[in-house]
């Protein structure tokens, strides 16, 4: 596995296009070698199961951006004079997310990740739409990601461009012991690998 890992890496053979994903369970001789990203699933919100779990040829976004409707930290302070106005603060919280979710679903991205969280209207949101989402993502495995499908890590949803979206030839979401793992595999751009390490014990 070691050797048919590094003889597909591309010629500068760096070592950061290699992952190691552990998962207990099952016998030593389970382990395998995914050519291509592969880590596991994030925390999930309501809606998440109605999501797409597979995809060839799809479009990928990759996000360093909150979406979550998220209440105002405590110490934050809002004068209104009439009480009808906190329903317009509350209204703009609202439109604000909604905003950032059409312009992520206008790009044609079909599998959103993102470091930061993506809470349950996000998840929801993306499902309805047949989008595929995953927030909280390990910062190594993003980088990975953004590597192997030539996708551009973005901090705002406002100007996303076709060219700064990835791609790889199959997303899909596979059962690991108890755990589902996310894998891009068929990668265009840059040729990065997974070892994935079965045991009877951590």
Not at 26 to 40: E, L, M, R
Request: charged share 25%; proline share 2%; hydrophobic share 40%.
């Amino acid at each position: 596995m070691v050797v048919d890992s590094v003889l597909y890496l591309d010629e500068d053979l760096d070592q950061s296009d290699i992952g190691i994903k552990k998962i207990t369970g099952g016998s030593v001789t389970d382990s395998f070698n995914v050519k291509g990203v592969c880590f596991k699933k994030t925390f999930s919100y309501a809606g998440f199961e109605q999501a797409p779990k597979m995809f060839t040829d799809p479009k990928i976004a990759i996000l360093n951006i909150e979406l979550e409707l998220k209440a105002e930290k405590d110490n934050a302070e809002v004068r209104i004079e009439n009480p009808d106005d906190f329903q317009k603060i509350v209204d703009a919280e609202w439109n604000i997310i909604y905003a950032k979710l059409d312009h992520i679903v206008k790009t044609g991205a079909k599998v959103v990740i993102s470091c930061q969280p993506i809470g349950d209207l996000a998840t929801q949101y993306f499902s309805d739409r047949g989008i595929f989402c995953a927030g909280r993502v390990h910062v190594e495995d993003i980088k990975r990601v953004a590597k192997a499908t030539g996708a551009v890590l973005q901090t705002t949803t406002h100007g996303i461009t076709e060219d700064v979206l990835g791609t790889c030839g199959k997303f899909e979401e596979v059962a690991l012991g108890n755990d589902r793992y996310n894998m891009f595999t068929e990668c265009h751009k840059t040729k990065t690998s997974t070892f994935v390490l079965r045991g009877g014990a951590s």
